[in-house]
Structure formats: C-alpha cells, structure tokens
C-alpha cells in the first residue's frame, strides 16, 4: 500500500514539478533537470518506488528551486489521506527520513558539481571552456585517464570551436547525459543528434567528426583481445555473392599456399601473412580515396568515416611492415606482391565505384576470415611442445615497431602482437560489415562526438552520487 501510495504521489509530483519547472529562470530549471535525472537514475538502480520523494525533498532543502513548498504540502496532504492507520503512518515517518536523507545527498551533490564549475572557472565568465572542463575532470584520476581528458577536451574544443559554454547549459547537458532521451531545445546551434534525432544540449555537432577520428592502438582490454568469432548471415543476393566470392578466394589461396597441408610453421605462417596484408592494405584506401574525391567534387561533408577507412588500410600496413622486420621477403614474393597490387588494386577500384556496398561486406566476410587464420596461428602458438619452433614466439620478443604500435610493453612477445593483430582483424570485420548499407550522407556511425562526451558526464555524474554516499 505504501509503495503503491508513493508510487501515486511520484507520477503526480512530477507532473507538477514538469508544470512548475517551465516558469522558472533557466539556471533553476537547469537544477531541476539534474534533481530529476537523479532521481530516475535511483530508480534505474532498482531503487523503490518511494525514491521519488528525495526529489520533493531536494525541492526543499535546495533553496533556489522555488517549488518547495506547493510540491512537500501537496505530498504530504496526501500521505495523511491515503495511509490511515498507525503501521501505514510508522512506515512513512521511517520512508520521510531515509527521503530526506536521499534529499540532502542529492542536494549536496548538485552543490558540489556547482562548486566543481565555478572552482573551475578561472576567467570568471559564468561560461565552462575545453581547458576548464580538463580541470574539472583532472580532479578525479581514479576515474578520468590522462588520454580520456586529452580526447574529451578535443571533442570540447573542435565541436564548438573553441567558444565555452554557460553553466546552465552545462547542467542541461548532464541531465539530458544521464537520461539520454530528454529532448531539449537549446539557442544557438542546433544539431540533430546522429541516430536519436534529439538536440544536444551543447549542440556539439559533428565537425569534429570530420577529422578528429583516430585509433590509438595499444588499448585492447582482455576482453577485446579474446575475438569472438562471429559471422554475419548474408540477407541480400549481394550479400550471399559477397560470402561465396570470399569462399572462392579463400579456397584457392589456400591451396596454391598448401595451408591445409602439413604442420604449420613460422615460415608458413610469414608467407601467408606477409602476402596477405599486402592486399589486405588496399579496400580501406581505396574507400577513403573515394570519399574524399566524393567531398571535394560535391562540397559536403564526409561525416568521419574517410579518416576510419584511412586508419583501417594503415592498420593493416603496420601488420605488413611489423612482420617483414621477422622475414625478408624473396624476389618471387616481390615479384607476387606487385603482380597482386596491380590486379587487385584495379580491380577493387573499379567494383568500389559500382558497388561500394558489396565491397565492404565483401571486406567484411574476408576479414572473418582473417579472424579464423590468426586464431589458428594463436592456438598453433599456445600448444605448441617446446621443441616446436611455433612455441618460440610465446617468448621472443616482438619487432619494436610492432612493441611501440600496439603498446605492447618492452617485453611484448610475437604471442602478443598476435592477440593484438586478431583484435584490429575483428574490428576491420565489424566496421566494414555495419557500413555495408549506410547512406554515403550518413556520419560515421562508430565515432559519435556527442555520446563520447555523454558517456564522460555519466561518469562525472556518477562520480559524484558515489562520492555524495561518503
Ligand atoms: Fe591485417
Ligand atoms: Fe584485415
């Protein structure tokens, strides 16, 4: 019954806070915004029902939100009509307390990120710039790395061109971060948020998208490093002559290669790969070569995914020039690479002109198949008995290009740079495979400036709920 009541009193307080909140000075209503987000990030965490009420309280306690007093009256004019016997009564005095206690956390928590703006604010403009929001952040090392502020700060400073932002608009921001669904329209520039079509408090936009895409290797978690190896089940006939072509290339790569034939060894191993990425180096130019073409000649944007096409077909380099520093190739492979070059190089100039959307998702089968070969060559690794040459590479030491791209450490085995070669593998697979389809109009789906710069208010935001417990 109680639940119940509170419940009740919840979807009534809201609406009124909703109606109340719209005639307040923008800084309150910004206040207001924080408070509620709280409140259903609570209830998210399976709090109760009941914990609508801290915000009633927060009202309250917060001496600059002037619904107050109507909001506590009404709630607790209907606590006294609803619960009419002393149990009921008992269990809401103890429910009022814990709420006035979630009251002033919560009070106490929008105080310290206030605190944390105006500390921060060094030129005393009312307004929050890329290197302040730095300073905010550097506050919190346990939770923001060096690399994550130096990225966000970017994404700051280039999404808005340098200009700040006033306070309030920055505790918009945090309220629409933690909901993300709250739609807010904002002056100044509006940006249609990528996939959602909401307005971003901070109108961020995607300019920064258009050059500020890059990989940082060496940021593998264990998780990503254990490559799962999946497979997308072709829909369309251009999709299912996608996965027969990669079927057909890699039968008879296979063959001439003998890789099904005898044991695997490091010699056999170096020629496959060495040959292989030497091809494998080409769509991702190709296609940034296009785009790039395709944004000069029609004046538009490119929206991010050249520089990520760019940086696949120079992943896949690194992969090259890492292993030849294990084996000098011989004049025939030479002689291989340059014939393949031509052919294949051409080949996938033409078709990508055609058929764009069949060339990644012809990539994309071609990189699953690349996840299967370097797992093999892992596992061929790992089992290897010690007299097997193959168990060498769980120790010897990495080339030092490879050591320095991937941060490998200065002891980074072979062993490693596989497991790390594997994951970029499984990323091309995942990348080319989700653009297969996409508007050329549409952003890089991968690389969303705004929710990056979410994600980090989360984290600040919950930061602080942890910190407001202490
Ligand atoms: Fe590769
Ligand atoms: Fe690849």
């Given at each position: 019954?109680?639940?119940?009541?509170?419940?009740?009193?919840?979807?009534?307080?809201?609406?009124?806070?909703?109606?109340?909140?719209?005639?307040?000075?923008?800084?309150?209503?910004?206040?207001?915004?924080?408070?509620?987000?709280?409140?259903?990030?609570?209830?998210?965490?399976?709090?109760?029902?009941?914990?609508?009420?801290?915000?009633?309280?927060?009202?309250?306690?917060?001496?600059?939100?002037?619904?107050?007093?109507?909001?506590?009256?009404?709630?607790?004019?209907?606590?006294?009509?609803?619960?009419?016997?002393?149990?009921?009564?008992?269990?809401?005095?103890?429910?009022?307390?814990?709420?006035?206690?979630?009251?002033?956390?919560?009070?106490?928590?929008?105080?310290?990120?206030?605190?944390?703006?105006?500390?921060?604010?060094?030129?005393?403009?009312?307004?929050?710039?890329?290197?302040?929001?730095?300073?905010?952040?550097?506050?919190?090392?346990?939770?923001?790395?060096?690399?994550?502020?130096?990225?966000?700060?970017?994404?700051?400073?280039?999404?808005?061109?340098?200009?700040?932002?006033?306070?309030?608009?920055?505790?918009?921001?945090?309220?629409?971060?933690?909901?993300?669904?709250?739609?807010?329209?904002?002056?100044?520039?509006?940006?249609?948020?990528?996939?959602?079509?909401?307005?971003?408090?901070?109108?961020?936009?995607?300019?920064?998208?258009?050059?500020?895409?890059?990989?940082?290797?060496?940021?593998?978690?264990?998780?990503?490093?254990?490559?799962?190896?999946?497979?997308?089940?072709?829909?369309?006939?251009?999709?299912?002559?996608?996965?027969?072509?990669?079927?057909?290339?890699?039968?008879?790569?296979?063959?001439?290669?003998?890789?099904?034939?005898?044991?695997?060894?490091?010699?056999?191993?170096?020629?496959?790969?060495?040959?292989?990425?030497?091809?494998?180096?080409?769509?991702?130019?190709?296609?940034?070569?296009?785009?790039?073409?395709?944004s000069l000649r029609t004046f538009t944007r490119d929206g991010g995914m050249l520089n990520m096409f760019l940086d696949?077909?120079?992943?896949?380099?690194?992969?090259?020039?890492?292993?030849?520093?294990?084996?000098?190739?011989?004049?025939?492979?030479?002689?291989?690479?340059?014939?393949?070059?031509?052919?294949?190089?051409?080949?996938?100039?033409?078709?990508?002109?055609?058929?764009?959307?069949?060339?990644?998702?012809?990539?994309?089968?071609?990189?699953?198949?690349?996840?299967h070969t370097y797992t093999t060559i892992i596992k061929e690794i790992e089992s290897a008995q010690e007299a097997n040459?193959?168990?060498?590479?769980?120790?010897?030491?990495?080339?030092?290009?490879?050591?320095?791209?991937?941060?490998?450490?200065?002891?980074?085995?072979?062993?490693?740079?596989?497991?790390?070669?594997?994951?970029?593998?499984?990323?091309?697979?995942?990348?080319?495979?989700?653009?297969?389809?996409?508007?050329?109009?549409?952003?890089?789906?991968?690389?969303?400036?705004?929710?990056?710069?979410?994600?980090?208010?989360?984290?600040?935001?919950e930061n602080m709920l942890e910190r407001g417990k202490e």
């Amino acid at each position: 019954m109680t639940i119940q009541c509170h419940h009740r009193i919840g979807s009534f307080a809201w609406s009124h806070l909703s109606r109340r909140a719209s005639s307040l000075p923008s800084s309150t209503k910004a206040n207001v915004g924080v408070a509620k987000q709280l409140m259903l990030c609570g209830r998210n965490r399976k709090q109760t029902y009941s914990t609508v009420m801290p915000s009633l309280m927060m009202l309250r306690a917060h001496p600059q939100l002037q619904v107050a007093t109507a909001m506590s009256s009404r709630c607790c004019d209907f606590s006294t009509k609803t619960d009419n016997n002393d149990d009921a009564v008992a269990a809401s005095d103890d429910n009022m307390k814990k709420h006035q206690q979630n009251a002033a956390e919560i009070a106490k928590i929008i105080r310290n990120i206030k605190a944390d703006l105006v500390e921060a604010d060094v030129n005393n403009d009312k307004k929050i710039d890329a290197e302040e929001l730095k300073a905010i952040l550097k506050k919190y090392p346990h939770v923001f790395k060096d690399e994550d502020i130096f990225e966000i700060g970017e994404v700051f400073y280039t999404s808005r061109g340098g200009e700040g932002v006033s306070h309030e608009r920055f505790m918009k921001a945090i309220s629409n971060a933690i909901d993300g669904k709250e739609e807010i329209d904002e002056e100044g520039v509006q940006h249609r948020r990528m996939q959602t079509g909401i307005s971003h408090p901070l109108g961020l936009g995607t300019c920064s998208t258009e050059y500020m895409y890059g990989k940082s290797r060496g940021v593998y978690s264990d998780e990503e490093l254990e490559v799962k190896l999946t497979h997308v089940e072709p829909k369309t006939m251009q999709d299912k002559m996608a996965l027969q072509a990669v079927g057909v290339v890699r039968f008879l790569f296979d063959t001439v290669s003998m890789w099904n034939h005898g044991e695997i060894t490091q010699a056999k191993v170096l020629r496959r790969v060495i040959f292989l990425e030497t091809v494998a180096g080409i769509p991702g130019f190709v296609a940034a070569m296009f785009r790039h073409f395709r944004s000069l000649r029609t004046f538009t944007r490119d929206g991010g995914m050249l520089n990520m096409f760019l940086d696949e077909a120079n992943n896949e380099r690194m992969h090259l020039l890492s292993f030849v520093r294990m084996r000098d190739p011989g004049l025939f492979m030479r002689f291989t690479v340059l014939a393949s070059q031509t052919v294949v190089g051409a080949g996938f100039m033409v078709l990508y002109a055609i058929a764009p959307d069949f060339c990644h998702r012809f990539v994309g089968y071609v990189e699953e198949e690349a996840c299967h070969t370097y797992t093999t060559i892992i596992k061929e690794i790992e089992s290897a008995q010690e007299a097997n040459p193959m168990s060498e590479w769980r120790t010897q030491l990495a080339p030092r290009i490879a050591r320095g791209y991937w941060h490998l450490g200065e002891d980074g085995t072979v062993l490693d740079m596989m497991y790390a070669i594997r994951a970029d593998e499984a990323e091309h697979r995942d990348v080319n495979h989700v653009v297969s389809g996409l508007s050329p109009d549409q952003p890089n789906p991968l690389y969303n400036p705004e929710e990056k710069f979410d994600q980090v208010l989360k984290k600040y935001v919950e930061n602080m709920l942890e910190r407001g417990k202490e």
